[in-house]
């Protein structure tokens, strides 16, 4: 059993993580999506199989969600979000970044192998683009540029969102997952209710708030298109969309790919909006293997001064 840990990265703002694996080992960390706490987006069994190949695995909170600090201002309005929200303590995607870029100090972490996914994808874009230097590889899972009309929901999507009220019970919280994912998620694979359930349950016992996800969302569009930031990344970048994803359409995958120079775009079919246990092995051999060639090039061009 891995222990939580909570640690101040300012602004007001502590965040929640665990770690998984020997700390001797190459540090991975692994950052959330929308709304998602770090076990949501990061089942325990995939943070465990990839620290079994050899790194030390950090997940965590995302401000505004789980053990992490929640912000106290009333959450925008469905019109307000798509306009970037309409508080002045709105958050971006760079304020999102810069929580993760403190907890690698507060880690002692110079620099890490950095996956997200969704918008922790786009959390982990910004930290590669805005501080290269902390950012060995990136893996982008499921993400976009936030450049309009690309790698955006479905309609039939939005309609659901648009309705969905915040849960009152447990029970309800359990439903609505259950609903969502059977829209969203993996159409190629088959759907692991149990697992839903259980991720669920988790998610209301340690967080029963739902207030941070359309701040979450908000922050995004703010953000605005990211296209001209993303073409600064200089870290091998491994991109993985699935091709039935509804929340996040593969053309945003595409135009991840497209933006950041050299990286390898990996489409894997039937994959929706979420990690199938049926998707694992896959992935974990992506990131191992995109980490492995990484680490192969940069010995190859060292004195060199160039990173690829």
Not at 47 to 66: E, K
Not at 160 to 171: E, G, I, Q, S, W
Not at 269 to 277: E, I, Q, R, S, T
């Amino acid at each position: 059993m891995t222990q939580e840990r909570v640690v101040d990265v300012g602004g007001g703002v502590e965040l929640c993580y665990e770690q998984i694996g020997d700390p001797s080992n190459p540090p991975i960390v692994l950052i959330a999506g929308l709304g998602q706490q770090l076990h949501g987006s990061w089942p325990t069994q995939f943070a465990t199989a990839l620290a079994d190949r050899g790194y030390c695995v950090t997940r965590f909170d995302n401000r505004d969600v789980g053990r992490s600090t929640h912000m106290d201002f009333p959450p925008p309005k469905p019109l307000s979000i798509l306009r970037g929200g309409n508080h002045p303590r709105q958050y971006t995607l760079a304020d999102m970044a810069r929580d993760t870029v403190v907890l690698l100090d507060r880690l002692g972490y110079q620099d890490v192998h950095l996956a997200g996914i969704s918008m922790g994808g786009m959390i982990a874009q910004t930290v590669a683009a805005r501080h290269p230097e902390r950012v060995s590889t990136l893996t982008s899972i499921m993400s976009n540029t936030g450049a309009a009309r690309i790698g955006r929901p479905a309609l039939s999507t939005w309609l659901r969102l648009a309705v969905a009220k915040p849960p009152r019970t447990r029970d309800q919280a359990i439903q609505r997952d259950l609903a969502i994912f059977r829209h969203i998620g993996s159409h190629g694979f088959p759907f692991d209710e149990d697992r839903v359930r259980e991720r669920a349950a988790i998610a209301w016992d340690r967080d029963r708030s739902s207030a941070g996800t359309p701040r979450q969302l908000a922050a995004i569009f703010r953000s605005g298109d990211r296209t001209a930031e993303l073409a600064r990344i200089d870290a091998p970048t491994l991109v993985i969309h699935g091709d039935r994803d509804r929340m996040v359409h593969p053309t945003g995958g595409a135009a991840t790919a497209r933006a950041i120079r050299g990286a390898q775009l990996e489409t894997i079919a039937g994959m929706g909006h979420d990690l199938p246990v049926g998707v694992w092995d896959r992935i974990l051999d992506l990131i191992a293997g995109h980490i492995t060639t990484s680490a192969n090039r940069s010995d190859e061009t060292d004195g060199i001064g160039e990173r690829r």
